[in-house]
């Protein structure tokens, strides 16, 4: 239940399209869902996130779209570029402990 | 403003000796959080402290200990060191350990 699911592992798109990252997760108490992106040899840093109240946030080119019944939530990456070719992880925070739950990781490929 | 900091940057230790990781939050943060990150996965909370106070503690066995210092600064300790501690070990801080995580560039421990 602790767990958050996300797909896919690896994703190839050419420049100018549009990257999708699909995550989710079980656990009804999660009130926080940030995405981080991770360059090789670097920490995550948070990209955007969005609260359960809200169906959608858009932060320039990256948008997250939030399904509460569903239980799921999902990045695009609008106009994607190779500059954002790296991986890409979901998380969620809920709880007393305010720990980060991780998906799996999505390593973004961008194409010139 | 400087954003996390971590030391070392690399680590190269042989099985059963000790290491100590250090971490500096940002500048009026007084949340600090430990993850371990193995290559290929994403991160898997360790630990977090609010004001020199444990908060919460991941599923890490008792060779892992961590502490927080006075300026809010920790220090993250793995006794015994096993070839699968080999990892990459990331400190993130927040204002109040309930809102949002910012990671430094971790320390990548390589065990022999």
């Known amino acids: 239940q602790q767990q958050v699911k996300q797909s896919p592992q690896s994703l190839i798109v050419q420049k100018g399209g549009i990257s999708i990252i699909n995550c989710a997760y079980e656990?009804?108490?999660?009130?926080?869902f940030p995405w981080y992106q991770q360059f090789p040899g670097k920490g995550p840093a948070l990209l955007i996130a969005?609260?359960?109240?809200?169906s959608e946030k858009k932060e320039g080119r990256f948008t997250i779209s939030f399904n509460k019944s569903a239980k799921q939530f999902s990045l695009h990456i609008m106009d994607s570029q190779p500059g954002d070719s790296a991986t890409y992880f979901c998380?969620?925070?809920?709880?007393?402990?305010?720990?980060?739950?991780f998906g799996t990781g999505t390593l973004l490929a961008v194409q010139p | 403003d400087a954003g996390v900091t971590q030391s070392p940057t690399h680590l190269i230790k042989t099985r059963g000796q000790h290491v100590t990781l250090r971490c500096s939050p940002i500048s009026g943060h007084k949340s600090v959080s430990w993850y371990q990150q193995v290559l290929g996965q994403g991160p898997q909370f360790i630990f977090q402290y609010y004001e020199k106070e444990e908060r919460g503690r991941g599923n890490f066995p008792d060779r892992f200990s961590a502490r927080q210092f006075p300026n809010y600064s920790s220090e993250l300790n793995v006794n015994a060191l096993l070839l699968g501690d080999s990892a990459l070990y990331l400190c993130?801080?927040?204002?109040?350990?309930?809102?949002?995580?910012?990671f430094g560039p971790g320390t990548r421990l390589t065990v022999l």
């Open positions: 998380a969620a925070v809920g709880g007393a402990t305010n720990k980060l739950i």
């Open positions: 656990n009804t108490a999660f009130d926080y």
């Open positions: 993130a801080s927040s204002l109040t350990g309930t809102d949002t995580q910012y």
């Open positions: 969005i609260r359960p109240d809200v």
